[in-house]
């Protein structure tokens, strides 16, 4: 009897302090933190390593990358229990470029704390957005301007640059390419991806996450769509594609480029 | 202790005396009125509300050479306002370091109502309509962060960012902002022939010019449509291709066969005012255009069909329709517009 009751009174010791610890736990999760998304540009299974590096593509060609650089935006967060996020739109853009290493890490502020189980963002600059003129840019034309991200002859944004030199069976001289994508009148080519985190990104006023986001850049004309850029050496200046029909397919491509491949809760 | 908490109750009330001062957001409402002979504008003002101290600092920058690498070319120096904004006796812009661009400079008026902007309509919004300029090397050559700098450190700029705008903040947002709601402002409604449409007094039409008006009723009305003398549209007017600049118009925007050489109806009001014409400024008068329609209309896979009527080419226009259109292309002279002190430098 009485080791009943002593028993009795340690579950419920231990059954409060399990409470009270749960209780705790969501008690923590108030307030803001910050939360890193990094953009680690690669090649296929490689890093991405700029000018030097000879990358080979599933068409055969052979490609050095100068500048690679996109645009990020429209940032939105959903936590584990489907509760969603939307990151202030005007300050949600961020130029990623892979030759400014100050660049690479999209550092988001005054996120809610919580565990946060997939991210969304935009490559580009949305329509929505487009159609408001200047309203809510904020100093997006100074910087994209500063990273030769202007697409100064329509007044809008190189969504995406990817730029270098290659050969081919066909185009032995090393010769320039350059492709961009933005607004044309035909298409609007911007696009978003969504992905799964595979362990919860946990931001508190103490833990400010990083998604490590792995963007394989071969992507951008050798994904679903297979561009052949010496098919598009017009004239052998160089592949110039910033325009036309390849445009709507790369942007296409570009959902297949993100993967996230850990997330430090730290 | 007691006098302490005293002050701090009154401080904030003296800071905010203060703020009230002259650096403020003035929010003085700028009404865009739409003259009743206009189509309804285009412009979404929702976005970008007017106000007075915006156009204020948007004509700052209009007329600030500053803005551009030379430190001399404004916008204000290629759009004349005695020209109804355009660059006279200039048939290609020059800009910086006597750079030389590939198009005419056209005028800037009833903005508003437009869907697209430059001869190959590169840019639908106003507001981001300066970007091309500016940042053009052949125009201002400018650089946005270089500029923002300028106007951080100058006085009047941080004055007028501040009443200008809520968030006061000196960014190429608020400068594009600005600059948009200094051109949608500037309204030409109020020419001979306006005056003539809304019946007001002053809108009298001599027999020549109801002419005009007649014959340009006839056969012109289809582009150059409505009282702004344009419906918006990219078309090929058979202008012979100009092979120096081999200019593609709307094609370089759409990348479509048929857009090839076809460039934005342009606005005929203050017509007599813009010389030269066309998009590469090819014809120094109103006469030259005339010509053009009646005898020089080049024909080509993308000529505009209806200068192809009945297997003929172009408008046919006898010597009197011609001096009774120039009669009537006279009266959309609208001389308040061009003099009017709210839009000019000093």
Redesign the interface.
Known sequence: MKNALHKAIAILAVSALVISCSKDDNEVITGTGNLGIEFDNAFGTNDLILNTQANTTSNNEVLKISNIKYIISNIVLTKEDGTIFTYPKSESYFIIDEADPTSVVAELENVPAGNYTKVKFGIGVDQAQWELGATGQGDLATRAQAAGMLWSWSAGYKFVVFEGTFTSATVTDSTPFMVHTGQTATDYNYTEVTLDLPTKAMVRTTISPEIHVVSDVSKIIDGTYKIKLSDNNMGGMGAMIMGGTNLPLITANLNGMFTVAHVHND | MKTKQLLLLILPLFVSCSNDSDDTYQNIPLEFKVPSNFPPPTY?FA??PLTEKGFELGKKLFYDGRLASDGIVSCGFCHEQANAFTHHGHTLSHGVGNGVGTRNTPSIQNLGYQTSFMYD???T????????PF??PVEMNG???KA?TMMKADASYQKLFKIAFANG?I????M??AL?QFMVSITSSNSRFDKYRRHETGGTLTETELKGFAVFNAKCTSCHATDLMTDNSFRNNGLAVNQAINDVGRYK????AVDKYAFKVPSLRNIAKTAPYMHDGRFGTLEAVLNHYATGVENSATLDPLLKQNQKLGIALSETDKIQLIAFLETVTDTEYLTNKRFSEY
């Not at chain 2, 919004?125 to 300066?130: G, I, K, T, V």
């Not at chain 2, 960014?171 to 608020?174: G, R």
Request: proline share 3%.
């Open positions: 979404n976005a970008n309509g590169a840019t919004h106003l507001d981001l309509q300066p970007i091309i940042t053009n650089d946005f962060t923002i903040q960014n190429a947002e608020n594009l902002k948009g925007v759409t990348l479509l």
